[in-house]
């Protein structure tokens, strides 16, 4: 079965500070991955996806990248953090050719 | 327009009672509606979906009702429990299920069931 992975799970950062938080799926093959941010008591925002190795797009320009090195390895980076970057990060996922889309457990980011 | 417009933004219920969330769209495109379920603190979990081609869906205590000719769906929670008390999202799936379809969410419906 498919699983899917984030950390840390929580992490408190001071502004300014580099980021990087890792995904990873395990159990099937070229998925299509997500990241996106929740903030507190608000709806989800996407912010990139990818489609396969190499290959990211950006939803909401902002202080953050991601990067897929790996088939099912996706990270989402930042050089420097802002205190608007606090928020929930969801790592989701999805196989090509179906509808179905799950989420991994999160990474509660507070930036200080 | 590719929004999805969710409410109430929240909702009370007491035990045993029936909660619905209802959502609407403009794209007549989209081809595929899930709800997602969030505990506080988890990611969400995708609880039942449903396609144009049908009206209903029953899973457990949870159905969707779809109304292709209003763009408009709903979830309905039967004997609601104080288990069910989370955050409900709608969602809906655009451009078939090709690699660069994204869905787009409701705001989110905080329920909670009272004892």
């Known amino acids: 079965s498919q699983t899917i992975h984030q950390w840390p799970a929580t992490l408190v950062q001071p502004v300014g500070s580099p980021l990087s938080l890792e995904c990873t799926v395990e159990?099937?093959?070229?998925?299509?991955l997500y990241w996106y941010r929740q903030a507190a008591g608000r709806g989800l925002q996407l912010l990139f996806y990818?489609?396969?190795?190499?290959?990211i797009s950006s939803e909401v320009p902002q202080n953050l990248s991601a990067s897929r090195p790996q088939d099912r390895q996706f990270i989402l980076s930042s050089k420097k953090l802002l205190l608007s970057d606090s928020g929930f990060y969801l790592c989701?996922?999805?196989?090509?050719?179906?509808?179905?889309?799950?989420f991994g457990p999160g990474t509660r980011l507070t930036v200080t | 327009q590719q929004q999805v417009k969710q409410s109430p933004q929240s909702l009370i219920v007491q035990k045993g009672g029936i909660s619905i969330i209802n959502c609407a769209y403009e794209n007549t495109a989209f081809d595929y509606f899930p709800w997602y379920q969030q505990f506080p603190g988890k990611g969400p979990a995708l609880l039942i979906a449903?396609?144009?081609?049908?009206s209903e869906k029953k899973e457990g205590r949870f159905t969707i009702s779809f109304n292709k000719s209003a763009k408009q769906f709903s979830l309905h929670i039967m004997d609601s429990q104080p288990g069910d008390s989370a955050t409900y999202f709608c969602?809906?799936?655009?451009?078939?299920?090709?690699?660069?379809?994204?869905?787009?969410f409701g705001k989110g419906t905080m329920l909670l069931v009272s004892p």
């Open positions: 449903i396609r144009p081609d049908v």
């Open positions: 159990g099937t093959s070229n998925p299509n």
């Open positions: 989701a996922w999805r196989v090509l050719g179906s509808y179905e889309q799950y």
């Open positions: 990818s489609v396969g190795i190499g290959q």
């Open positions: 969602a809906a799936f655009l451009g078939g299920n090709s690699g660069y379809s994204t869905l787009t």
